[in-house]
């Protein structure tokens, strides 16, 4: 069975300054990676996917991520933060065609 | 480009109620799925349907059942409703043949149960 672990539940982080959140899946293949950000009583908006080639994926909003396969990681980063980055970020992975979530991580942005 | 569209966007509903909420799709595909996210939680999958059949489910109760229809738009329904029904309930499209795509999510329709 799939699974997906984020590890931490709230990250707060200055504005302007570096973001990593971290993300470890379980899976017997190579699987299809995503990160959403979904914005409080909002849907979730795709940020970037990772299906296959260049390990260095880029999305929207400044945001990459890199897959390592060695590790079963997928973190998500951000040269620097904005006040609007404040949201909850959610990892996922799809096998086939249907997608597992982690529970979450909330970022909070400092002044 | 309309992208995947709920409703309603939030109601309450007693419980043993029953419930049918909607979903229509973005334009392009043919794929709906729908999650479950309860308060603090990712989101769970409960089922999905291509071509009018639910071809996977996931670890839900016969309580939830859906439907879809030729125009690719879909259901959920959900009877005997309890306390612990109430979540964001999420739609979300994608093409069968396409799923490097992705799956594009609807804002979701808030349900609480009372």
């Known amino acids: 069975a799939q699974s997906v672990t984020q590890p931490d539940i709230h990250i707060t982080v200055s504005e302007g300054a570096s973001l990593e959140l971290r993300c470890n899946y379980s899976?017997?293949?190579?699987?299809?990676l995503f990160w959403y950000v979904q914005s409080p009583g909002q849907g979730l908006q795709l940020l970037l996917k990772y299906f296959s080639g260049d390990t260095l994926v880029q999305g929207i909003k400044g945001f990459e991520a890199e897959f390592k396969r060695s590790q079963s990681s997928f973190n998500l980063r951000k040269p620097s933060v904005h006040w609007s980055d404040a949201a909850e970020y959610f990892c996922?992975?799809?096998?086939?065609?249907?997608?597992?979530f982690g529970k979450g991580t909330m970022l909070l942005v400092s002044p | 480009d309309a992208g995947v569209t709920q409703s309603p966007t939030h109601l309450i509903k007693t419980r043993g109620q029953q419930v049918t909420l909607r979903c229509s799709p973005k334009s392009g595909h043919d794929t709906v799925s729908w999650y479950q996210q309860a308060l603090g939680q990712g989101p769970q999958f409960i089922f999905q349907?291509?071509?009018?059949?639910?071809?996977q489910r996931g670890n839900f109760p016969d309580r939830f059942s859906g439907h879809q229809f030729p125009n690719y738009s879909s259901e959920l329904n959900v009877n005997a409703l309890l306390l612990g029904d109430s979540a964001l309930y999420l739609c979300a499209s994608s093409s069968l043949n396409g799923l490097s795509y992705g799956y594009t999510f609807g804002s979701g329709t808030r349900l609480t149960v009372v």
């Open positions: 349907y291509y071509e009018e059949e639910e071809r």
């Open positions: 996922a992975i799809s096998g086939y065609s249907t997608l597992t």
């Open positions: 899976y017997g293949a190579t699987p299809y």
